[in-house]
Each structure stands twice: as C-alpha cells, then as structure tokens.
DNA sequence: ATTACTAGACCTCGAGTAA
DNA sequence: TTTACTCGAGGTCTAGTAA
C-alpha cells in the first residue's frame, strides 16, 4: 500500500531540509505547503511513519521530522524518473574517487571462463586476471545512483555443478583518461567501489597504488554504437 | 484546480516518450503502467486533456497522445524541485570540448593591468598573456548553461579615458587534469567557448594543438557559498 | 499554541455497459 | 477490440473537538 499523494509531501519536507536531518515543521505549517487542512497534513505524517517514509520526534509543543531510509528511496526513484526525461541524451557521468586495494567480488569475473567468454564477445577484449577498485568521493556518491537507471552491458549469470554465478552489468569507462570497463555485479555489497576491469593492468599502465586519486569517466552509452557495428 | 495524480501520468507518459511527439497508448495499456483501471485511466486523459496538459489525436482504434504546454511546464518544475533536493551540493561540471584557435575576448583579460591585479588578488597569480580556447561539444552544451546560476569569482569592470571594459566571473577548473581558471566575460558572443587563463602556458604544459580534445572540469563552488535561490 | 481522534461530507474509483 | 458514460461502494477529506 504506497499512497501517491506521500511523494509530494516527501519532496517538500526534502525541500526544507528534512534529507539531511531533523526539521521542526508543525502539522499546519505543513498543510500551508501542501494546500490541505491541518488534519490532513497530521494524517499523512502518522501514516508515513507507520510506513518508514519517515522519523518523528514529537516533543510536547513541536515535532521534528527527518526523511527516512524508505523516503529516501522513494524520492530516488522519482528523480531518476526525472532525469531519464530530461536527461535523456545525457552520455556520461563523472566523479572523482581513489583506488584501494581489492575488496570487490569482481576478481572472479576475470577468471573464470564463463565470464571471460561473454567478455570477448561483448566487450571485445579478454581482461587481465584481477581488478582495479576506486572507492568513489562521497560527494559524488549521488552520481553513481543514476547508474541504477541504466542496463548497460549486460553479462549474464551461470551455473556450473558446483554453485551459481551471478550476472553483473558493464559500462566503457574512462580511468585517468585511459579506455576500461566498469564492472557492476547484480548482486554486491559495496555500494561506493567501482571496479574496473581492461585488457591491461591499469595499476601498471597509469601507475597507480593505493590511495591515489583519480578521476572518473563513466560512458552511459544508450546509443547503438555498443551493440551491433557490423 | 489542480489534481496531484495528473503529475504522475504526465511523469509516465514523459517516460514513454510522450514528450516529444504524439505516442500510441490505449487507455487500457495507459492503465495497466497506473496499475488502475482502464475506465480511471481514460477520465485521467479526458481531464488532462481538457486542462490543456495533454494534445490527443483519438481515432477510431486508438489514440495518440502527446504531453502539452502546461504538462511540459508541470514537469519541469517537478524536475527542479528533485534537482535542488538531489544536485544542491553539486561541485563541479564536467564537459568535453576542443582546442580552437583564440577567437574570445579573453586575450584581454590578461594584459591589461586593471585586471591582472584582480587575478592576484583574487585567484593569486599571474596568467600568462593569452587564453586557451575551446570549444565545447555540443552534447554538453546544455552543462554549461548550469554555469549560469553561479556567480563564481567576480572580477570587476573598470574605466580608463579611454574606454571601459567590463566585468567577468571566473570558476576554478581542471583541463586534463591540470589546474586552471575558465573566465566568461559578461558580455560574450561565443557561448559554446571557454577560456582559459594560467600562471602557465597551457598549451606547451598540456602539449595542445589545435583540435586536440580535452577533459573539462569546472568547479562550482568555492566551499561555503550561500545557495539562495532566486 | 500544539497533535490527532471522530464523524459525516465529499470525492474518486471501477464494474457494468453502450457506442 | 477501442473510448467513455453512469452510479454505487468505499476511500479521503475537513470541521469540530479533546488533550
């Protein structure tokens, strides 16, 4: 049960500031905002806490409110929506991040053969055993989001007698201005690390250790240049 | 009268590409995106349409549907709430352009004594005589136009006997990965070029020719800059 | 001043159905 | 197949009011 009319008030309550922290807005206060009755405007706050959109403080003659992790999402999916319409030719992102060493999962994608298969096919290079990883800036966390939006280069997952592997989607990537590919499993925990895989070991070519920073380049590529180039 | 619900359809319809040019939708399969029912989803169109934010073309089997004027208008002030809730803290752009020959007034800027002293003062250096040129590709065109609701470094216009010269905003900046400062002159005829200024010859330092093509960052914000809106 | 409950007015929805 | 009307059920709103 997800009530359309929640959207809106999230987004003016984010408009006050509520996204970062708490916010003391009373229940008409909010109905001004929003055009409804005081009642109203209390109604849609109790509901939405029931919901997880957000927490309340309520002390005896204010309550603070803050957007809550389920708002949050909500008010994520709106914005891509959004960006999808007049971002449309949008053809990159960038950001800024530093690399570390290998936490990711995406050492296996360079190592086993049913990966490696759909790499040369799809990709059209076979990729150097490991990754490189970049931990992204947080300040630019906010742009790896719109990556959800897009498919990308899809790898599909496997199964041998053994166990299951996972599919993962792939993006033409810049690193410190030297072609790669990033490398996202459909399944992973680290929200903040981009991994990169290429045909030659970025470490070596752009001599990098731990800790430097780089720079970015994220091709989004809806065009058909991808595809088929027959 | 305005409906809350009109915002989303108008959102989907955007989505499916109603924005452009007229789409084919049933209200059966308008519906079906809704998660309503058809006869919900055909009132939807008949009000929205009747509000003006929507054109339709019905014909015997189907109809074609296009957002309108004031559908467009409801959108994009949607898309600018997300944006200030989402991009606020945003840092820098990012941009692809390149080297042209020196066709700005920049050159200007950087041999009259009025403003190299502001360039001290304000960015703390001297630049070299002269201004690297580029021109921006035009799939970013549509960033730099974000460049204009910052203020950036103001260096001021002055007069001598002679003439005046007029004032400008620089922006901190990044050209393949090397610091430098973009200055727009107020009163410029070129949008889709940048210039810039450097304690060095940028040229020689980046080993530029004409037509190379460069990686452009600019930096917004110098940290705690106040964000009033308009 | 607050928040928030209750009750009834009001509106919105979708099944049925016509064209 | 379409679009779109009517109308009754049920959901949503606000006025009144308590705490």
């Known amino acids: 049960m997800m009530k359309e009319r929640w959207i809106k008030v999230l987004k003016e309550l984010a408009l006050i500031g509520a996204m970062d922290s708490y916010v003391t807005i009373s229940s008409r206060a909010l109905s001004k905002i929003l055009g409804c009755s005081q009642q109203t405007a209390s109604r849609y706050l109790i509901e939405m806490e029931r ?3 957000i927490d309340r403080k309520l002390g005896i003659r204010k309550q603070r409110v803050r957007i809550g992790e389920k708002g949050r999402e909500l008010l994520q999916r709106e914005y891509l ?3 999808k319409i007049f971002d449309a030719r949008r053809r990159d992102i960038f950001l800024k991040g530093k690399v570390i060493s290998g936490l990711g ?4 994608y360079t190592t086993i053969d049913g ?3 759909q790499f040369r096919k799809k990709l059209r290079f076979t990729p150097v055993p490991g ?3 970049v931990r992204v800036n947080k300040d630019y966390l906010d742009r790896l989001m719109e990556l959800k939006g897009y498919e990308g280069i ?4 496997f199964s041998t007698e053994d166990r299951s592997f996972g599919g993962a989607r792939c993006f033409h990537a810049e690193i410190n201005n030297l072609d790669a590919v990033v490398i996202i499993p459909d399944r992973t925990h680290y929200m903040d690390i981009l991994e990169f895989i290429s045909p030659f070991r970025l470490r070596d ?3 990098l250790k731990d800790g430097d920073h780089v720079d970015v380049i994220i091709h ?3 065009g058909d240049e991808e595809s088929g180039d027959s």
Do not use: S
């Open 115 to 117: 990966y490696t298969e």
């Open 154 to 157: 899809r790898i599909e997952g």
């Open 131 to 133: 990754t490189l990883n």
């Open 81 to 83: 929506d959004y960006k």
């Open 220 to 222: 989004l590529g809806d």
């Open 205 to 207: 070519r752009l001599n």
């Open 51 to 53: 919901m997880g959109c």
């Open 105 to 108: 999962e995406g050492k296996y």
